[in-house]
């Protein structure tokens, strides 16, 4: 085993630390289920140290993160600037079709942790949330927007679609992946109408939300001005005490200085 040293540094081996753990872990996953890999068995298959492997990942999800990015820029560093002439659809379609390209050598992996993923909400929640960021690149290199709230809808839209994707390209043996682009280009032509669904909503209630905000701001200011004027009345009634307080203690003094002067 490699002893420690700078993180980064390859150490005994080919490729970065951080690149021959992400390796390693594939490459285990893909022989047994993802549950059963424990950490030391990733650094031993990566022939780096417990501390090495502590220094570059917090734990084996920030691995499969990593590995989560690297198809990413795999996909990005490939596709910019191709089919920019092409309808939205087509254009995110050849994007998530390269990704499947990029994620072939990992298919056994893949399956292991989305069998994990399946029998433990946890794993699914993070693993989901990792899914959404990649989707988000995957959009914005077909020139798709994924900004505000109808972008989260999209975003995660497209990860369960990508999903159902990749349940199919698991089984899918096919040099020519037939099923796989039959299911990728029907889950595309469903999301896209549920998107055209929801645009068509968004419109319509438009000038409704331009309305309750109207509503709430003047609501919102009523508010602040009742909170000014109560402010102002309390710091009139604290003058007006004070004062009046002033004006007692001038009586006593008096009162005092002529029982002084009587006696």
């Known amino acids: 085993m490699a002893t420690s040293g700078k993180s980064t540094e390859t150490g005994n081996g080919s490729g970065s ?17 993802f549950e059963d890999i424990a950490i030391s068995d990733i650094a ?10 502590r220094d570059n990942f917090p734990s084996k999800g920030a691995v499969l ?12 560093d490939d596709f910019s600037g191709r089919y920019a002439s092409e309808p939205a659809k087509e254009r ?19 399956e292991s942790v989305s069998q994990w993923a ?31 709230a109808l972008g989260a809808l999209k975003l995660q839209g497209l990860a369960i679609a990508w999903w159902r994707v990749l349940s199919v390209w698991f089984e899918d043996r096919d040099a020519e992946l037939c099923r796989t682009k039959t299911a990728l280009d029907r889950e595309l032509s469903r999301s896209e109408a549920v998107i055209e669904r929801i645009e068509d909503v968004s419109r319509l209630t438009s000038p409704l939300r331009g309305l309750a905000r109207a509503v709430f701001r003047g609501v919102t ?15 009139d009634f604290e003058e007006d005490h004070e004062e009046a307080r002033r004006r007692h203690h001038h009586a006593e003094d008096h009162r005092r200085h002529q029982d002084d002067a009587t006696a």
């Open 65 to 76: 993160s990593a590995f989560s990015r690297k198809i990413d820029r795999q996909v990005l």
């Open 17 to 33: 630390i951080r690149d021959r753990i992400v390796e390693s872990l594939m490459r285990l996953a893909a022989r047994r289920a």
């Open 221 to 235: 200011g009523r508010r602040r001005h009742a909170r000014h004027h109560a402010r102002d009345r309390d710091e």
């Open 92 to 110: 995110l379609y050849e994007v998530l079709l390269r990704r499947l390209e990029a994620l072939e050598p990992y298919r056994n992996a893949l």
């Open 118 to 148: 399946s029998t433990d909400p946890l794993a699914a929640a993070a693993l989901n949330r990792e899914t959404v960021n990649s989707m988000r690149f995957m959009l914005e290199a077909a020139d798709i927007d994924s900004e505000g």
């Open 44 to 53: 031993h298959d990566a022939d780096v140290s417990l501390a090495d492997f």
